[in-house]
């Protein structure tokens, strides 16, 4: 079957680094995608990653392996209103999006 | 960038009422829309997948004669919630993609709905 494993909270100190994982199992891979979502919000687009590697985006980075069939994301210099949470969702042969259930950020003073 | 309109934002409805959910894809075509549903603290559920000019997909456990969905259009897609039940109160979300541009690209959410039935 088709699995996304990610943590359900995480919590970190403003102005920490905090990474958040996310292994999958799924048929055929075609990226990974990271969004962000606030409470009683839509998800918001972070990153898409698709070859292995990191991609820095500003104070966001994600990461991808996929021989491990692993990601993370990477978030720097962290914010109050980064308290969210966050979603990996890959995408399968079928070009079909599978989510994670998502990991609660809190972030702390 | 491509814009999803999902409407209304929220909505209370009594018991045994329908309610229809409207998702527009702003400045794009969309053949495929896909509907979600996300109870508190959890991910989202794919619950179909619309299709433009033919019947929705739904997924395993997914009623389509209580969720209907039409995709009349290239950028709209409505979701009806028939004969709702206070169980049905949920946050209902929309997304599409811009296949123009390709398979790589990211979903593009609605605002989502919050449905109460009471």
């Known amino acids: 079957g088709q699995n996304i494993d990610q943590p359900t909270e995480m919590t970190a100190t403003e102005g920490a680094i905090v990474q958040i994982n996310c292994t999958y199992q799924?048929?055929?891979?075609?990226?990974l995608f990271w969004y962000q979502q606030h409470a009683g919000e839509a998800p918001t687009f972070l990153s898409y990653?698709?070859l292995d590697g990191l991609e820095e985006k500003g104070r966001f980075s994600s990461f991808l392996s996929r021989s491990k069939g692993y990601s993370y994301l990477l978030l720097k210099e962290l914010q109050m209103k980064d308290s969210a949470s966050y979603l990996c969702?890959?995408?399968?042969?079928?070009?079909?999006?599978?989510w994670g259930a998502g990991t609660k950020l809190i972030i702390k003073p | 960038g491509a814009v999803v309109s999902q409407h209304p934002s929220r909505v209370i409805c009594k018991s045994g009422t329908s309610v229809k959910i409207e998702c527009r894809s702003l400045d794009f075509q969309a053949t495929t829309m896909f509907w979600y549903r996300q109870f508190p603290k959890q991910s989202l559920m794919l619950m179909a997948t619309?299709?433009?000019?033919?019947?929705?997909?739904?997924e395993q456990g997914v009623e389509k004669d209580k969720f209907l969905i039409n995709h009349a259009s290239l950028t709209l897609s409505t979701l009806t919630v028939t004969s709702a039940h206070p169980e049905d109160s949920s946050f209902y979300i929309c997304?599409?993609?811009?296949?123009?541009?390709?398979?790589?690209?990211?979903?593009?959410f609605g605002q989502g709905t919050r449905l109460t039935v009471v």
């Open positions: 799924t048929s055929g891979f075609n990226g």
């Open positions: 969702a890959a995408v399968d042969s079928n070009y079909q999006l599978i």
């Open positions: 619309s299709n433009e000019g033919s019947k929705a997909t739904y």
């Open positions: 997304s599409a993609r811009d296949e123009e541009e390709g398979t790589d690209t990211e979903a593009f």
């Open positions: 990653n698709v």
